[in-house]
């Protein structure tokens, strides 16, 4: 195995000459971003647009545009079959580009999902000049998870489609955590550690967020040189590719994880033991206040650099979810942290989560405010907060995680954040300064995200029926009553939930390690409905009434599979009590009519989910497969992905940590092959225990869940069946809604 250090340096040079070459403002905040003339090329914007729309792209005209002391700003002009954008950088072009879509041409780029199809030969003229001016200067996206639950083993393609999304709705701070492993690889070499240390202390990819969160480390590794490698190149094309559309890398920081034996390696350089985080021993944590920290974050710095470039905001957060202080004053840590980051990025902004008590008073009170960034994860999910007095008026984004582990449910938080961001963002003495959309994972509830991106666009508040009406135009293509009803019966649903205490909606039974008692899939989800499933339900009888001219778009496809497969995980909820009830009565015949009932649900379920190429669970395993060069490679990086899924860890993590089925989803091949058999497995035993009177057998879940993982079986990569027909099929099954006023039990 070669060291990294000869590769990285050879492509340092051509690293700075990019960064050089790039927007001026493009790895500087935008509140930052001082006025003067445009100092940027638009042809990594055309080259987006190319890829997005490639039948229409010659009839745009993009132009670089002053960026004046109150911030970006996009316009969009033009007549028929030639349409001028200008805007304030590569990616603010794009999100001019995506706004003359939605709102004049009446198509959508969802994430996922999208009826560009429908756009008409010659583009329509805007109706006069459309100006924009973003309303907030920070416009952050992506979780620390996002790596790992939205998929650890993409390639460059997935990378350059999220990039291109996330460009075309707007964001301009992307956080990129892939190849950070090569940083401490390389870093703490210097330090006394062996390479073959270090491999088997850094987990596999698709744990590799909760490690650099100084959660916990090692698991499905030992990682390989070449794997390190990989990801670092990859990485390093993300963050190029950022800068290049005038966006920001937020690259993660050092502040002071260390594998064990730090001390023994490096006289003075004391550590805080961090204890345990749900099952797993958490590495150790550096005193940042040792003679010894400065020297390893300056070489954290130096390596990064070399591998990556520079970047202005760099994301970390001390102790987080539980970690120790020990004798270490919060404050004088919190301020050795931002000296060394300082030391080598001059002016770079401190991001941190805004999760639990995070961040502390202590930490926000010793440093410059205005070199921190809070990206709140909490602002739709609580009521009461008030962001300006916790954080003691340090510059934060108004937040949401609508989505934790990938889970495949619909619903968000949507009416609060139409309400309450434009209240925060305009009340006195308001801190607000962004937005961040921050999903544990990605690629699912398209219509959440459109809606929060857009937010950072307006300068008043949202009006949420309106917003729906004309999202369920565009989002098919064209109007059409049925999904016009299909949508506004969704936005009275499952996205208006309210704040208080949940961000995200339930998830599925069908998903949970079974029992007779389960109300989640995983441990911290809500435990019982937070809509009307009624609203699910005739959403899908409408949305299959809507005009077969649109049922061919990519996005009805995705939307129609996405509602059957919820109204089939809502009947989940209602289904299982039933069981239960006929299961305590030792009511065999009832019994085994529920149970029948389940498992062809399941099965149901499982062949809808096969007719989308976005609910199957091939892809997941072929990409982690794809990176290995060795079958033991190929199979380390398939046991990570698997399990990610299923136990997450080992098992004291998995089932005293809780943290078994937490990145549930519905994926064809998950739901037959793992999910199924699991209920397969309890029902039968149960019905065993009626006929016998006798205790239902116990069985080891962690055992069956871990074979599984350690499996190498393949899935398929390509959709089967017709998704209209499967979901008239799930349609046909529910029960009908109990009549108002019949007193029946919903």
Sequence with gaps: MRSLRPWAALCAAAALALLTSTLTASSAPA???PPGGPAFATHSARAALARLLPRHVSQFTLVAANRPASGD??????????????GTSPAVILSGVNWYLKYTAKVDIGWPGRSTAELPRTLPAPEGTVRRQASVPHRFALNDTDDGYSGAYRDWASYEKQIDLLALHGANEVFVQMGADAVYYETLQEFGYSKEELRSWIPGPAHQPWWLMQNMSGFAGP?????????????????????????????????????????????????????QWVGFERPDWLDP?????????????RHQRELFGDSTMYKMDLLHEGGRPGDVPIGKAAQAVMKALQTARPGAVWTLLGWQNNPSTQIVDAVDKSKLLIVDGLSDRYNGLDRETAWHGAPYAFGTIPNFGGHTTVGANTAVWAERFDQWRTKADSALAGIAYLPEGTGGNPVAHELFSELAWRTGPVDHQAWFAAYAERRYGRADPHAARAWELLRTGPYSMPSGTWSEAQDSLFTARPRLTATSAASWSPGAMRYDPDTVREALGELLKVAPALRTTDAYRFDL????????????????????????????????????????????LDRLLATDT?????????????????????????????????????????????LRDYANREWSGL????????????????????????????????????????????????????????????LDVLPAPAPAGSGAAR
């Design 31 to 33: 509140a930052a971003s």
């Design 73 to 86: 700003w996009f316009s969009v002009s033009g007549h028929a079959g030639h349409v001028r954008v200008r």
């Design 223 to 275: 990682v390989s040189e070449r794997l390190i490698e990989d990801r670092a190149a990859l990485g390093r094309r993300i963050a190029h590719r950022l800068r290049d559309l005038g966006m920001t890398p937020v690259l993660p920081g050092y502040y002071g994880t260390v594998p064990s034996g730090f001390t023994d390696r490096n006289p003075g350089g004391t550590v805080v033991p961090q204890g």
């Design 289 to 301: 206040r040792t003679d010894v920290f400065p020297r390893v974050a300056a070489s954290f710095y």
């Design 561 to 604: 599979v996405d509602l059957a497969r919820q109204a089939l995980a809502n009947r989940s909820r209602s289904l299982l009590p039933e069981i239960k009830s006929a299961y305590d009565a030792g009511d065999l015949s009832r019994f085994r009519a529920g149970a029948a009932e389940w498992k062809g649900d399941m099965d149901l």
């Design 614 to 658: 976005r609910f199957l669970l091939g892809p997941w395993l072929a990409d982690a497969r794809s990176w290995g060069r060795t079958g033991a490679e190929r199979d380390a990086a398939e046991f990570d992905a698997r399990s990610i899924l299923t136990t997450w860890g080992h098992r004291s993590g998995s089932d005293s940590g809780g």
């Design 671 to 730: 739901v037959s092959d793992f999910y199924a058999k699991r209920w397969t497995t309890y029902l039968d035993s149960l019905d065993t225990a009626l006929v016998t009177g006798r205790p239902p057998a116990a069985v080891d879940w962690f055992a069956l869940e871990n074979a599984w993982n350690q499996r190498h079986d393949s899935y398929p990569v390509k959709p089967s069946g017709d998704p209209v027909a499967t979901a008239a099929a799930v």
